[in-house]
Nanobody, 118 residues
Framework: QVQLVESGGGLVQPGGSLRVSCAASGFTFSSRGMRWYRQAPGKERELVAGISSAGDTTTYADSVKGRFTISRDNGQNMVYLQMNNLKREDTAVYYC???????????WGQGTQVTVSS
């Protein structure tokens, strides 16, 4: 069964840190680029960060550059998003995504809630 399962969300104070994780199964993880998206209440889902299949190339939304770091462990079929210096506007549901390819459809996780509040 093709599946992505996020974990690690929670409540954190402004300026704090949090790491969210995503466990992949049912497909060849090491051959797929991966992405993290987020969706805040009343807003559209936005791309936060992406990482290549080998982990050697990463991209970030301007709003999180210098604060967030995406990484992956192909041996464990895991992708991570380390979030530092969190701001209230980072509050959202964070989704793990394996983008659509020429041969496979997109895969989405169920999301994990991150709330930044004092």
């Amino acid at each position: 069964q093709v599946q992505l399962v996020e974990s690690g969300g929670g409540l954190v104070q402004p300026g704090g840190s949090l790491r969210v994780s995503c466990a992949a199964s049912g497909f060849t993880f090491s051959s797929r680029g991966m992405r993290w998206y987020r969706q805040a209440p009343g807003k559209e889902r936005e791309l936060v960060a992406g990482i290549s299949s080998a982990g050697d190339t990463t991209t970030y939304a301007d709003s999180v550059k210098g604060r967030f770091t995406i990484s992956r462990d192909n041996g464990q079929n895991m992708v991570y998003l380390q979030m530092n210096n969190l701001k209230r506007e980072d509050t959202a549901v964070y989704y793990c995504n394996a983008p659509r390819t020429a041969f496979h459809g997109a895969v989405w996780g169920q999301g994990t809630q991150v709330t930044v509040s004092s």
